[in-house]
């Protein structure tokens, strides 16, 4: 098991964009085997992102985490495989594979992986 730390893997590398998920208009994706857990990671993968807000979906080794932050747009996370602990501003919620969870504009919120797990982090704007 790893530090904790997140370290995010670098999907930019023309192995990594081999191996991510290609979103294109009427083509069915499963995000949930879109692309493999890495050793001591976060691995995380733009799919959608534009004026409106953006889709990204996430692999969590278990024990990664990130850190306590705050976004200014609300945000949902569906739950795609394992589960995920949550902190949303004073409150731990655990959120298992089909679930979602939304994290609300302003309010602090961190993320941590008890076991490994994927997610797909919806951004709203506006």
């Not at 995000?31 to 993968?45: Q, W």
């Not at 739950?79 to 969870?101: F, P």
Request: glycine residues 8%.
């Amino acid at each position: 098991m790893g530090t904790g730390l997140a370290q995010v893997m670098d999907m930019s590398s023309p192995q990594a964009k081999a191996q991510a998920p290609k979103l294109c208009p009427a083509i069915v994706v499963e995000p949930a085997n879109a692309f493999d857990y890495a050793p001591d990671a976060v691995v995380s993968r733009a799919l959608v992102s534009n004026k409106a807000g953006s889709v990204t979906l996430f692999a969590f080794d278990q024990g990664q985490q990130l850190s306590e932050h705050t976004a200014p747009f609300d945000a949902l996370v569906q739950v795609l495989d394992g589960e995920a602990q949550l902190t949303i501003g004073e409150k731990i919620v655990r959120a298992r594979s089909g679930q979602m969870v939304l994290m609300p504009a302003g309010i602090p919120h961190a993320v941590k992986a008890p076991e490994r797990f994927k997610m797909l982090l919806t951004m709203i704007r506006g």
